[in-house]
């Protein structure tokens, strides 16, 4: 069974910064692509950054020049560095993995989420 361990989650002051992390574990061969999406109350689940094993990464609008996505290869991890960091970006982070252990064949996991908040 596969489970996705989060990290880094917190408050911070508008224009700060915060690294979040994610650790995918067990019975995973390998991981396709790794990301982030958060949810915010009374709006829906959005992407916040995905990035896939070759090429690069995907980035929502409003995070885009402020947010990094990388990755650790060998410790199936996932990092988010959130810098310039506003309110409205106060949501709860999920991560998401997604592992296509065959042709058109994709199981997607997700964390368990970790809430970011941005004070103003």
């Known amino acids: 069974q596969v489970q996705l361990v989060e990290s880094g989650g917190g408050l911070v002051q508008t224009g700060g910064s915060l690294r979040l992390s994610c650790a995918a574990s067990g019975t995973i061969f390998s991981v396709n692509t790794m990301g982030w999406y958060r949810q915010a109350p009374g709006k829906e689940r959005e992407l916040v950054a995905e990035?896939?094993?070759?090429?690069?990464?995907n980035y929502g609008d409003s995070v885009k020049g402020r947010f990094t996505i990388s990755r650790d290869f060998p410790k199936k991890t996932v990092i988010l560095q959130m810098n310039s960091l506003q309110p409205e970006d106060t949501a709860v982070y999920y991560c998401?993995?997604?592992?296509?252990?065959?042709?058109?064949?994709?199981?997607?996991?997700w964390g368990q989420g970790t809430q970011v908040t941005v004070s103003s």
């Open positions: 998401k993995i997604t592992n296509c252990p065959r042709m058109r064949v994709c199981n997607n996991y």
């Open positions: 990035s896939p094993s070759v090429g690069t990464p």
